[in-house]
């Protein structure tokens, strides 16, 4: 019996940190499946079912330099607080908590 798809959100902040060590780690080239792979084997649980070639639609191989894409560069500047959402200044990389109580 078929299942329904389900949508994991690769670019929270807590899964984009992991990414991103992951990347170090396996080297300039940005290798997609040793990515998935270095992923896979720092979180087995959280990264369970991440895919190689969802990883490589990030990448931009236009260059001389594999780098990430500017679009996702610019989703996760939105997702981990670190643009205010104007260029007036003040504080910049603080991340918000919202707290629900459960009396709601």
């Not at 959280?46 to 894409?69: L, Q, V, Y």
């Amino acid at each position: 019996m078929p299942r329904p798809a389900k949508y994991k959100n690769w670019h929270t902040p807590f899964c984009w940190n992991q990414i991103s060590i992951a990347t170090k780690r396996v080297g300039w080239q940005m290798s997609a499946m040793k990515i998935a792979k270095e992923l896979k084997k720092m979180d087995e649980a959280t990264f369970a079912t991440i895919h190689h070639n969802t990883i490589d639609s990030w990448i931009d191989r236009s260059g001389e330099k594999p780098r990430w894409k500017d679009s996702i560069l610019q989703k996760m500047e939105m997702l981990t607080g670190n643009s205010p959402g104007h260029n007036k200044g003040g504080r910049r990389g603080i991340l918000v908590c919202q707290t629900f109580s459960s009396d709601a």
